[in-house]
T-cell receptor, first 114, second 117 residues
Framework: KAGVTQTPRYLIKTRGQQVTLSCSPI?????VSWYQQTPGQGLQFLFE???????NKGNFPGRFSGRQFSNSRSEMNVSTLELGDSALYLC?????????????FGPGTRLTVL | AQKITQTQPGMFVQEKEAVTLDCTYD???????LFWYKQPSSGEMIFLIY??????QNATEGRYSLNFQKARKSANLVISASQLGDSAMYFC??????????????FGGGTRVLVKP
């Protein structure tokens, strides 16, 4: 069974640009969550999509948005990039409902904003 | 207030010895899950072990065991017989089962482990 894939793996952008990151979950998983990891703030939850609906959202500005498609693939978009958006962006997939949901993480997209 | 606290930013451990990584948490949700992840320098988060708040026994997975003390709100990870490949960052995380929580994980700041030969 294929794991979680994220594309691209590395990205360099300049301030003011926008970027779209993609995440393909494990087959059959309906939940995709996104996290931002920086040296200063650590790992922070961005949002979760479940069956194409945003189920939960972290404390990030509206420049961060996401969506999920009918095949459970998810994209996140960051508009008007700032230097502070440089981070490792991780997505995690999970089957969905139930008391115990192990989350399987992808390799991450490392975004550098110049 | 910090929901997950890992007080050891870094530690050295001798190969083949055991090491305990501390994690304390704070929640008012009676139902929650605690996770430990390993993150090598490559960046990928690798799931190690899980403990549910209602589990009576401490979780074990191979060389990993979780010392769960509910009253103290601690969930320490024990790695037995350390190997060089265990050198990595280790994160404790919590998932609360409350209505709006979904699959959101809250992470601690991590502990960097370096195994010495």
């Amino acid at each position: 069974k294929a794991g979680v894939t994220q594309t691209p793996r590395y990205l360099i952008k300049t301030r003011g640009q926008q970027v779209t990151l993609s995440c393909s979950p494990i087959s059959g998983h309906r939940s995709v969550s996104w996290y931002q990891q920086t040296p200063g703030q650590g790992l922070q939850f961005l949002f979760e999509y479940f069956s194409e609906t945003q189920r939960n959202k972290g404390n990030f500005p509206g420049r961060f948005s996401g969506r999920q498609f009918s095949n459970s693939r998810s994209e996140m978009n960051v508009s008007t990039l700032e230097l502070g958006d440089s981070a490792l962006y991780l997505c995690a997939s999970s089957p969905g409902g139930g008391v115990y949901n192990e989350q399987f993480f992808g390799p991450g997209t490392r975004l550098t904003v110049l | 207030a910090q929901k997950i606290t890992q007080t050891q930013p870094g530690m050295f451990v001798q190969e083949k010895e055991a090491v305990t990584l501390d994690c304390t948490y704070d929640t008012s949700d009676p139902s929650y899950g605690l996770f430990w992840y390993k993150q090598p320098s490559s960046g990928e988060m690798i799931f190690l072990i899980y403990q549910g708040s209602y589990d009576q026994q401490n979780a074990t997975e191979g060389r990993y065991s979780l010392n769960f003390q509910k009253a103290r709100k601690s969930a320490n990870l024990v790695i037995s017989a350390s190997q060089l490949g265990d050198s990595a960052m280790y994160f404790c995380a919590m998932r609360e089962q409350g209505k709006a929580a979904g699959n959101k994980l809250t992470f601690g700041g991590g502990t960097r482990v370096l195994v010495k030969p």
